[in-house]
Every structure is written in C-alpha cells, then in structure tokens.
C-alpha cells in the first residue's frame, strides 16, 4: 500500500493554524469597529480546521477535537437572535447595539459590545455550516 510521505506537509501545518487561528481571533474581535468580524473570521477559522483534516486525517482530528458541526449551527443561531432580542428587553428597535466600558485588571478598559455577542453567533454559526457543508461532501467521495 502506498503512503505519501507528509512530513513538510504536517510540520507547516502546525505553524499555519496555529497562524489561522490567532488571525481568525483578531479578525473576530476588531470586526464591529473596523473590517473583519463573525463571517470572515469563521471561515479563517474553517479554514484552519479543514487543513488539520487535510494534513492528519479525519480519525485524529475526531480524536482532538470531538465536536458535532452541525449543533454549531443552532447554537450560533441561538446566540445571534438573542443579541437582537434582547434589545426588545429595552425597548429600541431589533438588533439596536449598545456598548459599556468595563475595567478589567491587566487589560484595563476594554469595550463590551452587543455587536460583539452577535459576531460571536456569526463566527458559531459560520464555522459549523462550512465545517458540515464540506466534510459531508469528503464522506460522500470516499463512498
């Protein structure tokens, strides 16, 4: 049986998601003041991921990361309405945002946004929809 030799393959591999993920966290966080936020930062995110599985398989990264895509989906759903319901609470109009300064001890005054919580249910959402979308197409070539 034939088996490639990957090794350039997985040690780059472990320098470019380590550098995907510290990118997708950055494009998720600077996303409601300036380019970048849930959608971007999910697929970087993907992205990253889909390279594990590329590079190491699909048994070892279901050993890793054990995680049903496809609950991603309605939790980022979940999180994303909330964030728009949740102005209903204060009666403004859905999806109003609203921020507060908090104090944090290292970080100091670090902004909280409603905008913020909705890139989050973005960046869930997103991450499980491409993650499912494209491991449901592999296991239907290996059929």
Partial sequence: ???PNDLILRMTTSIIV???LGFSIYLLLAGHNSPGGGFIGGLMTASAILLLYISYGTKAVEK???VNYRLLIPIGLLVALGTGIGSFFFNVPFLSQTFTYVEMPFFGKLELATAMMFDIGVYITVLGVTLTIILSISRDQKS
Wanted: no cysteine; hydrophobic share 65%; net charge positive.
């Fill in 18 to 20: 380590f550098i995907l």
């Fill in 1 to 3: 049986m034939y088996k």
């Fill in 64 to 66: 890793i990361l054990p």
